[in-house]
Nanobody
Framework: QELMHESGGGSVQAGGSLRLSCAAS????????VGWFRQAPGKEREFVAA????????AYADSVKGRFAVSIDNAENTIYLQMNSLKPEDTAVYYC???????????????????WGQGTQVTVSS
């Protein structure tokens, strides 16, 4: 069973928009947060954005602030990542993940994300 499933990736020109979806199920729904991450070829995984299921508290990486937005459809257990004003440097495989807070940090990027989707490719051409 795939507990986190991303979709919505594709190829767009710079300045375009995409909306990624992440359907959560099973144990992922018991986690406190859903995070979006991305990984470009040859680079380390990078935190993009996250949201808490219950409070709605948000966090965004500086590189995407003002361009990306996370939202939740609680009825459908789906998390969205709306990506606007896309840049070539946004090109990456995007993952969603469910996680819980660590003992010594409440920062969403530092949550223990341990349930991961398989990723969806986003390609932005110049």
């Amino acid at each position: 069973q795939e507990l986190m499933h991303e979709s919505g990736g594709g190829s767009v020109q710079a300045g375009g928009s995409l909306r990624l979806s992440c359907a959560a199920s099973g144990g992922a729904l018991n986690k406190y947060a859903v995070g979006w991450f991305r990984q470009a070829p040859g680079k380390e995984r990078e935190f993009v954005a996250a949201i808490l299921w219950r409070s709605g508290r948000l966090a965004y990486a500086d590189s995407v602030k003002g361009r990306f937005a996370v939202s939740i459809d609680n009825a459908e257990n789906t998390i969205y990542l709306q990506m606007n004003s896309l840049k070539p440097e946004d090109t990456a495989v995007y993952y969603c993940a469910a996680g819980s807070p660590l003992l010594y940090s409440s920062a969403l990027p530092d949550y223990d994300y341990d349930i991961w989707g398989q990723g969806t490719q986003v390609t932005v051409s110049s």
